[in-house]
């Protein structure tokens, strides 16, 4: 896979309808067979699923296999669901459909899972400090966040599997307005993916309660400095970056 110039690419569907028109398949965060463990701890066979920003990655074949066989599967780019249409022909019960994960039209309650894998993560490609992201960062995961939480049952879980350590994610899933829980896990050997799992109905920890009153001061403290000469307090201590997009080891 040849990396594109720029990072913001990612983040563009022309860019994927290109890349998809070559490639027939590509992993990000390892495959089915790294994290098939905590899938099972936290999905049923009989789960309605839903696959936010599928690509062209084996997991929904690989599930489908194993038994999981209510699958739906959106993408925002009309290539690679044409392609997964054609080469997943077999097996009648997923669905493929041309979506943004930013504008989800399904119903209330429609999935008793929502899995990502790295989608997440490509939309956040342009920001410049994972500790501070932006305010049209902010709102486009709460974008994604809220819609995820209407379209899960009361018990569903928000399943995401991510590069993003739980100090730059957390903050942004920490929002009692999305009636779930958060619970983190990881797997790989020499470098660690992270596994959260939202589960709807249930509310948040004591400590990810306090994260997010936190967040909210800091940004109410934010916009209050607004256009004046203040210098912030940090909210944590950095430990580590996320430019993962440019230190990928194929």
Not at 94 to 114: N, R
Not at 155 to 183: C, D, E, M, V
């Amino acid at each position: 896979m040849d990396l594109p110039d720029s990072n913001v690419s990612y983040k563009i569907q022309e860019y994927w309808d290109e890349r998809f028109s070559k490639e027939e398949t590509f992993e990000w965060c390892k495959s089915y067979a790294d994290f098939k463990h905590l899938l099972c701890e936290n999905v049923e066979k009989s789960d309605r699923i839903l696959m936010l920003g599928c690509g062209n990655s084996r997991l929904s074949e690989d599930m489908y296999n194993d038994g999981y066989r209510n699958i739906t599967n959106i993408d925002f780019s009309p290539v690679v669901i044409e392609n997964m249409t054609r080469k997943c022909r077999g097996m009648v019960d997923m669905q493929w459909m041309v979506m943004d994960i930013t504008k989800l039209s399904f119903d209330q309650s429609s999935f008793d899972v929502v899995l990502e894998k790295a989608s997440l993560d490509a939309l956040l490609v342009e920001e410049a400090d994972p500790w501070s992201p932006s305010e049209n960062a902010r709102m486009t995961m709460d974008c994604v966040f809220s819609q995820v939480s209407q379209i899960l049952t009361t018990g569903g879980r928000f399943i995401s599997i991510t590069f993003s350590q739980p100090h730059f994610r957390k903050p942004l899933l920490a929002k009692s307005q999305y009636g779930w829980s958060i619970s983190t896990s990881t797997f790989g050997e020499s470098f660690h993916f992270f596994f959260y799992v939202m589960e709807k109905g249930q509310q948040l920890s004591v400590d990810d309660k306090l994260l997010e009153m936190r967040v909210e001061s800091r940004r109410k403290h934010a916009k209050d400095c607004k256009g004046r000469n203040v210098t912030l307090p940090e909210q944590f201590t950095p430990e580590d970056n996320e430019e993962f997009l440019c230190n990928i080891t194929l």
